[in-house]
């Protein structure tokens, strides 16, 4: 049981160029999210999706994107990364947070550490 | 939105004290509210959560308390080890799913 698999582990990219942070869940979880870490702060949500086809914004959703078109993967796009955007990404599931009164522990990923130059 | 508030931002103890963590959120909407702890190179892993219709919660040697009234939660850990030693993070999320995380407790326990 693989869990919460983030891919890649590390990434440089320089201002101005696009990539995809991937995330991938086996334990059939309907929630899924993303949150960034920078040093001395907690985890902020970036975005979040409550099930296939659905998404909504966190706490910091500008320059990302993401789609969530099954319920085991939920990609994270930089459309144009930029240096603010250097940060340790985590991605996140849950079986559920939402709807049934019920919120559920959220497992994480190892993490991708971006740095834009 | 919801804002949640951790203190202290570092701790250090000796080895078989306690430690104790507090956190206070904002949003009455907030209804779970777990623990976290991150060690170097790893995300975040749950030790200990409490739903909004409990007081207190205990597991060996980690407990949390929930006062909803005046919007605090404390994470306790007695008889503290070396290896437990790292961050810590108090969340506060709501039903519809929006979890807001503190800015994160460095705990060192010395030997």
């Known amino acids: 049981n693989a869990g919460v698999t983030q891919t890649p582990k590390f990434q440089v990219l320089k201002t101005g160029q696009s990539m995809t942070l991937q995330c991938a869940q086996d334990?059939?979880?309907?929630?899924m999210s993303w949150y960034r870490q920078d040093p001395g702060m907690g985890l902020r949500l970036i975005h979040y999706?409550?099930?296939?086809?659905?998404?909504d914004q966190g706490e910091v959703p500008n320059g990302y994107n993401v789609s969530r078109s099954t319920t085991e993967d939920f990609p994270l796009r930089l459309l144009s990364a930029a240096p603010s955007q250097t940060s340790v990404y985590f991605c996140?599931?849950?079986?559920?947070?939402?709807?049934?009164?019920?919120?559920?522990?959220?497992?994480f990923g190892n993490g991708t550490r971006l740095t834009v130059t | 939105g919801e804002n949640v508030e951790q203190h202290p931002s570092t701790l250090s103890v000796q080895e078989g004290d306690s430690a104790v963590i507090k956190c206070t959120y904002s949003?009455?909407?907030?209804?779970?509210f777990p623990w976290y702890k991150q060690e170097l190179g790893k995300g975040p892993q749950l030790i200990i959560d409490?739903?909004?219709?409990?007081g207190e919660k205990k597991d060996q040697r980690i407990a949390v308390t929930l006062n909803k009234t005046a919007k605090h939660f404390s994470l306790h850990i007695t008889e503290t080890q070396p290896e437990d030693s790292a961050v810590y993070f108090c969340?506060?999320?709501?039903?519809?799913?929006?979890?807001?995380f503190g800015d994160g407790t460095t705990l060192t326990v010395k030997p």
């Open positions: 334990m059939n979880h309907e929630y």
């Open positions: 409490i739903r909004s219709n409990v």
């Open positions: 999706s409550v099930g296939a086809g659905i998404t």
């Open positions: 996140a599931s849950s079986y559920s947070n939402m709807g049934t009164g019920h919120n559920s522990p959220l497992h």
């Open positions: 969340a506060a999320i709501t039903n519809a799913g929006k979890s807001t």
């Open positions: 949003d009455s909407a907030s209804n779970y």
